[in-house]
C-alpha cells in the first residue's frame, strides 16, 4: 500500500503547513473549509478501524416508524466543488476504484412521510483519498426516486481533505418543488466534531457487510 502511505505522509505535510500542498488534495475555498482544520494524522480510506461506530439502529430515520409528519432535512452549503449536468446514475463505484465500497439506501418523503416519486437526487463526492474530480464526473451522477420513493447509490467511503470531515454532497428536489442542497455525514468520525457544517441530523446508519458497507438515510423535502 505504498500509494496509501505515501498519500497519508503528504497529508500529515499537509496539515503541517495548511494550504501548502495542492497536488495530493484539492484547494479549499473559503465556502466549504471549517476551522481548526485537522492537525493529526488520518486514515484517509474514510472510517478507522478504532473509530468504526456502525449501527443498525434506524430509528434516527426520517418517517421510518410510521411517522406522520417530519422535519425537513437540513440544508448546508454547496461548497466549491459541485458540477452541473452530471450523468444520470445510480452506481458511481468503478472497478479498480480505491476505497471501501458503500451502498446507501433509502426514500424519500414529504413532510407527512408521504413517498415522493420522481424525486431528483444528485450526488457528488470526494474519492477515498479527498479528492473530486473537478474535470470530469467520476463520483458524480444523479438520479429518480422509483414509485415508492427510494433511491439506491452504489459509491465509496468519501476521504477527508484539509478542513473538512467524510461527507457526501447532495441536491434533491421533489418534482416542481424547491431544490435543496445538503450534505450526509458518517457516525464515528472523529473530525466530525472539528467539522463546522457536520450536522449530526445528517448522519448516515451505517453497517459493515461482507462487500463493504451498507448505509441508510431519508430525506424530506418540501414539495412545492
Ligand atoms: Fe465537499
Known amino acids: 500500500m505504498k500509494t496509501r502511505n505515501s498519500f497519508i505522509v503528504i497529508n500529515i505535510l499537509c496539515a ?8 495530493a488534495t484539492p484547494t479549499v475555498s473559503p465556502a466549504e473549509s471549517t476551522s481548526p482544520a485537522p492537525q493529526t494524522a488520518t486514515d484517509n480510506s474514510g472510517l478507522s478501524s478504532n473509530s468504526q461506530d456502525t449501527s443498525t439502529d434506524t430509528s434516527s ?5 410510521g411517522n406522520k409528519s417530519a422535519v425537513l432535512t437540513p440544508e448546508e452549503t454547496e461548497g466549491p466543488y459541485f ?3 452530471s450523468p444520470e446514475r445510480d452506481v458511481l463505484f ?3 476504484m480505491n476505497g471501501i465500497k458503500l451502498v446507501l439506501t433509502g ?8 413517498p415522493v416519486a420522481n424525486a431528483l437526487l444528485d450526488f457528488w463526492q470526494a474519492d477515498a483519498n479527498g479528492v473530486y474530480d473537478n474535470n470530469g464526473y467520476t463520483l458524480r451522477g444523479h438520479q429518480y426516486t422509483d414509485a415508492n420513493g427510494y433511491y439506491e447509490l452504489t459509491t465509496v467511503i468519501p476521504g477527508i481533505y484539509p478542513g473538512r470531515t467524510e461527507h457526501i454532497h447532495v441536491k434533491v428536489q421533489a418534482p416542481n418543488g424547491k ?17 463546522g457544517i457536520f450536522n449530526e441530523n445528517l448522519l448516515i446508519v451505517l453497517q ?3 462487500d463493504g458497507m451498507q448505509g441508510q438515510f431519508n430525506f424530506v423535502i418540501p414539495t412545492q
Request: glycine letters at 6%; proline letters at 2%; aromatic letters at 6%.
Open 16 to 23: 503541517i503547513a495548511l494550504g501548502a500542498c495542492s497536488t
Open 61 to 65: 430515520l426520517a418517517c421510518n416508524d
Open 83 to 85: 458540477t452541473a449536468n
Open 94 to 96: 468503478e472497478d479498480g
Open 107 to 114: 426514500h424519500v418523503y414529504n413532510e407527512n412521510c408521504q
Open 179 to 195: 431544490l435543496i442542497t445538503s450534505q450526509l455525514f458518517f457516525p464515528g468520525v472523529s473530525l466530525n466534531d472539528s467539522d
Open 208 to 210: 459493515e457487510t461482507s
